[in-house]
Nanobody, 115 residues
Framework: QVQLAESGGDLVQPGGSLRLSCAAS????????MGWYRQAPGKQRELVAR???????NYADSVKGRFTISRDNAKNTVYLQMNSLKPEDTAVYYC?????????WGQGTQVTVSS
């Protein structure tokens, strides 16, 4: 019904920046909430940021002031701008979309912050 294609993960030095992208395809008309989650080795998957169709956002405390989530509804794409990256941000980042009944997940993209 909905497919999510993620991109943008990379190796970056501490203090650097990355922008992740997630493009939704298929039956995208009913997607309300989109968000980014991450999972580090040995850790549970956690919410990083989410955004609704009307622009309301929520962030994990650990990324507030450093990360910005946005979406382009015309392109059915959500972005995560990550600045001032820290080694503890290293994780696989997953895109999620909710259409009001079902959850859809992307395949994940690796972000590694290391010098």
């Amino acid at each position: 019904q909905v497919q999510l294609a993620e991109s943008g993960g990379d190796l970056v030095q501490p203090g650097g920046s990355l922008r992740l992208s997630c493009a939704a395809s298929g039956r995208t008309a009913s997607i309300y909430t989109m968000g980014w989650y991450r999972q580090a080795p040995g850790k549970q998957r956690e919410l990083v940021a989410r955004i609704t169709s009307n622009g309301n956002t929520n962030y994990a405390d650990s990324v507030k002031g450093r990360f910005t989530i946005s979406r382009d509804n015309a392109k059915n794409t959500v972005y995560l701008q990550m600045n001032s990256l820290k080694p503890e941000d290293t994780a696989v980042y997953y895109c999620k979309a909710v259409d009001g009944r079902l959850n859809y997940w992307g395949q994940g993209t690796q972000v590694t912050v290391s010098s």
